[in-house]
């Protein structure tokens, strides 16, 4: 369902993982190697309006349930706990402005 949304919209996964790491350890840990530049409420919208308003909250709900997975299979304690409510907040947060952009 999402590979090919990412695979479509990411044409270099190098610089896009470091950004992504940037934007999580800042997020987590409250500090970054290289600090976080962009907007990811303006990133998604961007998406939403090249693949013609066909995001939806299915696609949410499906990233966030990779991602509960993920950290609970690899991590535990107040930082993996921190990490999914974050996550869950940004998809939230995310798919509103998706839609609020699409009005």
């Not at 919208?45 to 499906?62: A, I, K, V």
């Amino acid at each position: 369902m999402l590979g090919p949304i990412f695979n479509g919209a990411i044409h270099d996964w190098e610089p896009h993982l470091e950004k992504l790491t940037d934007f999580w350890e800042g997020n987590l840990f409250f500090f970054v190697k290289t600090k976080y530049h962009g907007d990811p409420k303006i990133a998604h919208n961007l998406l939403d309006e090249r693949l013609h308003n066909s995001l939806t909250m299915n696609h949410f709900g499906h990233w966030i349930n990779l991602w509960l997975e993920t950290v609970d299979e690899h991590f535990q304690g107040e930082t993996a706990e921190r990490a999914k409510m974050i996550a869950r907040k940004m998809a939230s947060f995310l798919f509103l402005k998706i839609v609020e952009n699409r009005a």
